[in-house]
């Protein structure tokens, strides 16, 4: 499994930015996705996670750590096997660079950052206040 991130930038606060996870080798309904952040001099740090039905294509859970509830959201495009991560009401706390990553084996949002097998690049999300 292969993974490339995009989207960062920088904005506003109280804007909005949505970032890419494309996804390589397997479909997206055969993986555990998460987003994780780090921002400088701070540990790496869950953002959320999702997974899809491989049967009927619904959303098995999707969760979010409590200082993004209500302002991210993970969405998916199966045509082109790309999860996103929707960003609004963008605070300056929100600054660091932004990983999606995958797991085939493993299963629940609880899954810890050592537990996903698969890493994307990171794009750097900066919010200025």
């Known amino acids: 499994v292969q993974l490339q991130a995009f989207g960062g930038g920088l904005v506003q606060a109280g804007g909005s930015l949505r970032l ?27 953002v959320g996670a999702t997974r899809w039905s491989g049967i009927d294509g619904r959303t098995l859970y999707a969760h979010y750590t409590d200082s993004v509830k209500g302002r991210f959201t993970i969405s998916r495009d199966n045509a082109k096997n790309t999860v996103y991560l929707q960003m609004d009401s963008l605070k300056p706390e929100d600054t660091a660079v932004h990983y999606c990553a995958a797991s085939p084996f493993r299963f629940g949002y609880r899954v810890p950052a050592e537990g996903y097998d698969y890493w994307g690049q990171g794009t ?6």
């Open 20 to 46: 890419s996870c494309v996804a390589s080798g397997r479909t997206l309904s055969s993986l555990n996705m998460g987003w994780f952040r780090q921002a400088p001099g701070k540990e790496r740090e869950f």
């Open 124 to 129: 750097q999300v900066t919010v200025s206040s």
